[in-house]
Nanobody, 124 residues
C-alpha cells in the first residue's frame, strides 16, 4: 500500500512557475507508475502527466506539454511536477496518484492510490 502527500502548491502569476511534490510512504514506491491529475471547479478531473517506475518514461497532456516537467527520485520516494509558463487555465486542485499498472496511465480509473491534493492558482 502507498500513501501520497502533495505539497508545494500556491499562487503564481501568469507566465510564472511553481513546483509541486508528491511524497510517498512505503518501500515499494519504485514499483509504481505515478501520475498527476487536476480538477478545476465545475470540471472533470483530467490527466496532466505521468512517469514510469524507473523514471525512464514520461507522458504529458497536450495542454501542458513543453511547459510542465515530471520527474521522480525513488531514493526519496518523491515525484515532482515543475510547472512553467503558467496560464490561468492551469488553476486547479492537483492530485498525485500511483498505480501498479503500466497501461492506460492517462486514465484516472487506472490508479489505486491518491493524495489529498494541493491547490494551484494562477492569476492573470
Amino acid at each position: 500500500q502507498v500513501q501520497l502527500v502533495e505539497s508545494g502548491g500556491g499562487l503564481a502569476q501568469a507566465g510564472g512557475s511553481l513546483s509541486v511534490s508528491c511524497a510517498a510512504s512505503g518501500r515499494t514506491f519504485s514499483r509504481y507508475t505515478v501520475g498527476w491529475f487536476r480538477q478545476a471547479p465545475g470540471k472533470e478531473r483530467e490527466f496532466v502527466a505521468a512517469i514510469t517506475r524507473s523514471g525512464g518514461g514520461t507522458y504529458y497532456a497536450d495542454s501542458v506539454k513543453g511547459r510542465f516537467t515530471i520527474s521522480r527520485d525513488n531514493a526519496k520516494t518523491t515525484v515532482y511536477l515543475r510547472m512553467s509558463n503558467l496560464k490561468p487555465e492551469d488553476t486547479a486542485l492537483y492530485y498525485c496518484a500511483a498505480t501498479s499498472s503500466t497501461v492506460a496511465i492517462a486514465t484516472d480509473s487506472s490508479y489505486n492510490y491518491w493524495g489529498q491534493g494541493t491547490q494551484v492558482t494562477v492569476s492573470s
